[in-house]
């Protein structure tokens, strides 16, 4: 898909659907793909509910899949601005659309999933041809099965905070992702401190003032330590689940005023993509089925305990806002429920 090629999904008792990431085609791609210029655009439901289109095929989350008819008037621009809200604003005049019935829709929401795996907007032109490259459903969903993690390899890893520390990495058989666990102090019997940490280039690497990762990320190690026992997990789901270059996208549609959550609905994704069953699987490989988590986050919880680890403490983890992240924090208090 990141190279402009076109593939088949599969789904039992469906048609195959036949896909071309808009993102990576361009006109001579989809001219080849279509060449009696006979496709459609599925998109994804968040996406439709800003063309205005919910009204025509309501869906029940943002990232399940609305197909869109061709229209006279299509091409390669148009499609680019269907899939991309950052160019609402340069071109806010795109109809009008009619949605048509989706026929393969398992398919469909499975092709949503792999345009976020692979950290492509979630956007297809479907056509007819017959690719080359197919794929199962199935396999999607197995590429990010969490109880397929197993352990890479341990290593002693002296950190700044924490010079008794160990390192342990995990990774499944068909996921590129490497999550890891930073074991901090001797176990003690205890349940011991979590925290669940989604990976943050911009704020665990370059001090980004936009989100609060980087110093939660230091005061978690900190609290760890000082617990005497305890586990950070680093989880690589960045920007909720999303992936680096969507986030960045998220960050431009938050300059035009959107806050997080809408700017994820708006790109086509759920609110929070992530799947904190990887965390409860490092957890139980590392032998830890009851914990002390700290987070202020409610769905870690959830997440945690429906995958079986008891988490049998929340232990709160606010660190003061700056100028850059007051909306962002007050977003995470008044919409994703953060106990802040």
Same mark, same amino acid.
């Given at each position: ?32 793909? #279509?060449?009696?210029?006979? %496709? ?33 008037? $299509? ?21 009008? $659309? ?61 950190? #700044? ?72 997990? %680093? ?15 998220? %960050? ?16 086509? $994704? ?5 799947? $904190? ?50 909306? %962002? ?12």
């Amino acid at each position: 898909m990141r190279r402009g090629w076109p593939i088949a999904l599969h789904a039992p008792g469906e048609p195959p659907l036949v896909l071309l990431a808009v993102e990576t085609a361009d006109a001579a791609r989809l001219a080849a793909f #279509a060449p009696d210029e006979d %496709y459609a655009v599925l998109i994804s439901a968040g996406r439709a509910e800003t063309l205005t289109l919910t009204n025509q095929r309501a869906a029940a989350a943002p990232d399940q899949p609305v197909l869109i008819e061709r229209a006279p008037w $299509f091409d390669m621009a148009l499609a680019t601005a269907l899939a991309d809200p950052q160019l609402d604003l340069a071109t806010p005049f795109k109809g009008p $659309f009619r949605t048509a019935v989706m026929v393969s829709p398992v398919a469909g929401a499975a092709a949503l999933r792999l345009a976020r795996i692979a950290g492509l907007l979630p956007a297809f032109f479907t056509g007819a041809t017959d690719p080359a490259v197919s794929v199962d459903v199935a396999a999607i969903d197995a590429h990010e099965d969490a109880s397929r993690l197993t352990i890479a390899v341990r290593a002693r890893l002296p950190v #700044a905070q924490a010079e008794d520390a160990e390192i342990v990495a995990f990774r499944s058989p068909e996921s590129a992702d490497e999550h890891v666990a930073l074991l901090i102090g001797q176990p003690t019997g205890d349940p011991p401190l979590v925290r669940l940490h989604s990976e943050c280039l911009t704020g665990d690497v370059l001090g980004s003032l936009k989100c609060d990762c980087g110093p939660q990320l230091d005061a978690a190690i900190h609290r760890i330590r000082d617990a005497g026992w305890g586990i950070l997990l %680093y989880l690589r789901q960045e920007g909720r689940g999303i992936g680096l270059v969507n986030k960045l996208r998220a %960050y431009a549609l938050q300059d035009q005023g959107h806050d997080t959550v809408d700017a994820n609905t708006r790109l086509g $994704f759920a609110v929070d993509a992530r799947d $904190f069953g990887v965390a409860a699987r490092m957890l139980v490989l590392l032998g830890q089925e009851r914990v002390r988590l700290l987070t202020n986050n409610p769905a870690k919880v959830t997440g945690l305990e429906a995958a079986g680890v008891s988490v049998v403490e929340r232990v709160p983890h606010a660190l003061p806002a700056n100028p850059h992240n007051v909306r %962002y924090l007050a977003t995470k208090r008044d919409r994703t429920g953060h106990q802040l």
